[in-house]
T-cell receptor
Framework: QKEVEQNSGPLSVPEGAIASLNCTYS??????FFWYRQYSGKSPELIMS????GDKEDGRFTAQLNKASQYVSLLIRDSQPSDSATYLC??????????FGQGTELSVKP | GAVVSQHPSWVICKSGTSVKIECRSL??????MFWYRQFPKQSLMLMAT?????????EQGVEKDKFLINHASLTLSTLTVTSAHPEDSSFYIC?????????????FGPGTRLTVL
């Protein structure tokens, strides 16, 4: 069973701090990695995709991928209360499917 | 770009009735659409994968006769919950994947909240 693991949290950080979210996956053949944000009662929205080892930055978000260690992380700089949500890590699988982690709940305190 | 809509956004129905949910890709052609279900405080559960013009592929444990999926065009997929029961009450979310854009990326619709009385 191919798996994606995340700490469920909640992860609590003060406003302005860096939030670090981690994810590990079991399928070494995975090539595409995604972070989605899901607010309570809403559907997931795509934050970032990453396909190569290293860092990828987009505004306050940085995704990091290490295929050798089979982990992907998301850093959120200058965290804002509006960043409070559940963050889902997703990894591609056969048939075009995505395997999702359980999600990490982030709470940014003013 | 990459906008996916769902209709209705919420529906309340009586036990035993059928409910149809539509999923549309508004600005791209979706070669593949996916249907998920999410219960409160739980992660997404993939129900089925549908490709335009072919039968849907259901995940293990999902009743194909209860959850009918039709992907009639490159912009429209429908999920029909037949003979709905209270335990089918959930948040149903579709996603779509096209040929354009970042590889393997799924774009999600806003979801449909189903309540079966």
């Amino acid at each position: 069973q191919k798996e994606v693991e995340q700490n469920s949290g909640p992860l609590s950080v003060p406003e302005g701090a860096i939030a670090s979210l981690n994810c590990t996956y079991s399928d070494r053949g995975s090539q595409s990695f995604f972070w989605y944000r899901q607010y309570s009662g809403k559907s997931p929205e795509l934050i970032m995709s990453i396909y190569s080892n290293g860092d990828k930055e987009d505004g306050r978000f940085t995704a990091q991928l290490n295929k050798a260690s089979q982990y992907v992380s998301l850093l959120i700089r200058d965290s804002q209360p509006s960043d409070s949500a559940t963050y889902l890590c997703a990894v591609n699988s056969q048939g075009g499917k995505l395997i999702f982690g359980q999600g990490t709940e982030l709470s940014v305190k003013p | 770009g990459a906008v996916v809509s769902q209709h209705p956004s919420w529906v309340i129905c009586k036990s035993g009735t059928s409910v149809k949910i539509e999923c549309r890709s508004l600005d791209f052609q979706a070669t593949t659409m996916f249907w998920y279900r999410q219960f409160p405080k739980q992660s997404l559960m993939l129900m089925a994968t549908s490709n335009e013009g072919s039968k849907a592929t259901y995940e293990q444990g999902v009743e194909k006769d209860k959850f009918l999926i039709n992907h009639a065009s490159l912009t429209l997929s429908t999920l029909t919950v037949t003979s709905a029961h209270p335990e089918d009450s959930s948040f149903y979310i579709c996603s779509a994947k096209g040929l354009a854009g970042p590889r393997d990326t799924q774009y999600f619709g806003p979801g449909t909240r189903l309540t079966v009385l």
